[in-house]
């Protein structure tokens, strides 16, 4: 197996798609090929971001495997602390669920003591 990353973002935000394939592809030619898609898609395309448009499309014609929540099969909370390890559910996207979080996650990096928020 053989595992790919789209990024997209700047240094301060991003996001990333992680993809995993049984051939071997080497890292130029990765590039041309995500390339390739990224001009003829990035006006036109249905998925919430580009790099997930990318993935489908790398998916769906170059045997690409996108690792996504959707594709996971258990989730296990992992802690020193034995009440805090736990089987996680892994259906948090049900919409019939009015505790399912509708959000994507941002690491925000905050100054250190020599520059405060006022």
């Known amino acids: ?14 996001a990333d798609v992680l993809l995993v394939r049984e051939e071997e592809m080497d890292a ?3 590039f041309e090929l995500v390339q390739s898609i990224r001009h003829r898609i990035q006006d036109s ?31 296990v909370n992992v802690s020193k602390a034995e009440d805090e390890n ?6 948090s996207d049900d919409e019939d669920d009015p505790d ?13 003591d020599d520059a405060r928020l006022n």
């Open 1 to 14: 197996m053989f595992f790919f990353e789209l990024r997209e973002g700047d240094d301060d935000i991003f």
């Open 100 to 112: 399912s979080p509708d959000y994507r996650g941002i690491f925000v990096d905050f100054p250190g």
């Open 28 to 30: 130029d030619s990765f």
């Open 45 to 75: 395309y249905e998925e919430s971001t580009l790099i997930e448009a990318i993935a489908v499309e790398l998916e769906q014609d170059h045997g690409f495997i996108p690792i996504s929540d959707e594709r996971l099969t258990a989730s």
């Open 86 to 91: 736990y089987l996680a559910s892994i259906d």
